[in-house]
Antibody, heavy 123, light 109 residues
Framework: EVQLVESGGGLVKPGGSLRLSCAAS????????MSWVRQAPGKGLEWVGR??????????DYTAPVKGRFTISRDDSKNTLYLQMNSVKTEDTAVYYC??????????????WGKGTTVTVSS | SYVLTQPPSVSVAPGKTAGITCGGN??????VHWYQQKPGQAPVLVIY???DRPSGIPERFSGSNSGNTATLTISRVEAGDEADYYC????????????FGTGTKVTVL
């Protein structure tokens, strides 16, 4: 069974930085496209960003509110996905989920989700 | 960016059928995916590619998509189906390619 386990969440002050990690097991991580999705308290789901597999270019895309502040990277040798969060704002407070990104020419969906890690931005 | 609209809540009696709609401009031309999220838990994919079920998802869950509305149908509703449900599409032409619906809270009476 595919497993994703996030870590690294916590309390951070506005303007600070935090790095989230997502450890993957029991699937071919290096071939996988991966996404981060967040959920603010009491709110819906919001896609944060995605990284393609290295064989597909390894490029990243982000939602506008985090562009220039957040960076997604991957270490295929460690089967680990990262989310580097810089210049955080109070509105970044959320549970952050790591997900796999299954895709075809005209569709993408998240078929496996981690349990999430909580980020709280507060002074 | 593309907008997906869901009713905030749906109530259904046990054993009955619940329909959750997801409205979007010409959504029938896109693939729609559905997620179930129980309180305090991560979302779980219940329908992908409009109407396909992942392994382990009961046949009671089905999906359809046409025109401007996609629908998740839960037949023979059980107490354990009480959760939030989100639809999702991929819009390649948008600056926000992964779009989630607003979410629907399903309450089992």
């Amino acid at each position: 069974e595919v497993q994703l386990v996030e870590s690294g969440g916590g309390l951070v002050k506005p303007g600070g930085s935090l790095r989230l990690s997502c450890a993957a097991s029991t699937f071919t991580f290096n071939n996988a496209w991966m996404s981060w999705v967040r959920q603010a308290p009491g709110k819906g789901l919001e896609w944060v960003g995605r990284i393609k597999s290295k064989t597909d270019g390894g490029t990243t895309d982000y939602t506008a509110p985090v562009k220039g502040r957040f960076t997604i990277s991957r270490d295929d040798s460690k089967n680990t996905l990262y989310l580097q969060m810089n210049s955080v704002k109070t509105e970044d407070t959320a549970v952050y989920y790591c997900t796999t990104d299954s895709h075809g020419t005209y569709y993408h969906y998240m078929d496996v989700w981690g349990k999430g890690t909580t980020v709280t931005v507060s002074s | 960016s593309y907008v997906l609209t869901q009713p905030p809540s749906v109530s259904v009696a046990p054993g009955k059928t619940a329909g959750i709609t997801c409205g979007g401009n010409n959504i029938g031309s896109k693939s729609v995916h559905w997620y179930q999220q129980k309180p305090g838990q991560a979302p779980v994919l219940v329908i992908y590619y409009d109407s396909d079920r992942p392994s382990g998802i009961p046949e009671r869950f089905s999906g359809s998509n046409s025109g401007n509305t996609a629908t998740l149908t839960i037949s023979r509703v059980e107490a354990g189906d009480e959760a939030d449900y989100y639809c999702q599409v991929w819009d390649s032409s948008s600056d926000l390619p992964y779009v989630f619906g607003t979410g629907t809270k399903v309450t089992v009476l």
